[in-house]
């Protein structure tokens, strides 16, 4: 399983986009992008996931670099509700597990 | 949007009594799982269930931990004699496909063993 690395924490201001980075640089081939976001006594709600180039949805977009080594969650014009934690999981498909590991992630926090 | 519900939100038990939490996992899926949080620390994987077994556990889902999904629509996490270890967030999710991480959660069970 590719070892994912990403900010403990980070603060932004309301309005604001918000560029969480992640790095894994030992992804394998099939492996996917996933990302994550966890509100305090709350469970991970999904919120995109690629494999490489753009991915863009409702919530957030995703951008991952032709070496796939790290990939980076954009958040636009952030507010106070999207303070959280935001998890970034690399797995693989097809494997012998379908199991989520989350790492300590990326508290971010929204101020007026 | 579909949701996965758990109840109770909060169970208090006393350390050595049995306890079962309860998920309804979204109708058309097929895989579920539990997962737990202890304060402060990461989310872990607890055990994933498809086709009425286990088919992955970790090594946290002892002989202490238990699944069954009794009829169509419940799924349950029984711990036999809870330790105060066991004070925890516990999270159902389910998904509707095995090689797909977009997995649902449900809101917990915040299980507090006295």
């Known amino acids: 399983l590719a070892k994912t690395t990403q900010p403990i924490s980070m603060d932004s201001y309301e309005g604001q986009e918000v560029n969480i980075t992640c790095s894994h640089n030992n992804i394998a081939t099939n492996d996917y992008i996933t990302w994550y976001q966890q509100f305090p006594s709350q469970g991970p709600r999904f919120i995109i996931q690629?494999?490489?180039t753009k991915v863009t949805n409702e919530v957030a977009s995703l951008f991952i670099p032709a070496d796939r080594k790290s990939s980076t969650l954009s958040l636009p014009r952030v507010s106070l509700s999207d303070t959280a934690v935001y998890y970034c999981?690399?797995?693989?498909?097809?494997?012998?597990?379908?199991?989520?590991?989350f790492g300590t992630g990326t508290l971010l926090a929204v101020q007026p | 949007e579909p949701e996965v519900t758990q109840t109770p939100s909060h169970q208090v038990t006393q350390m050595g009594q049995e306890v079962i939490l309860r998920c309804v996992p979204i109708s058309n899926h097929l895989y579920f799982y539990w997962y737990r949080q202890i304060l402060g620390q990461k989310v872990e994987f607890l055990v994933s269930?498809?086709?009425?077994?286990?088919?992955?556990k970790s090594e946290i889902f002892d002989d202490q931990f238990s699944v069954e999904r009794p009829d169509g629509s419940n799924f349950t996490l029984k711990i036999r004699s809870t330790k105060l270890e066991d004070s925890a967030m516990y999270f159902c999710a389910s998904s509707e496909l095995a090689d797909n991480y977009g997995y649902t959660f449900g809101s917990g069970t915040r299980l507090t063993v006295v």
């Open positions: 999981l690399v797995m693989g498909y097809g494997g012998a597990t379908n199991k989520l590991i």
């Open positions: 269930f498809y086709n009425n077994e286990i088919s992955e």
């Open positions: 690629g494999y490489k």
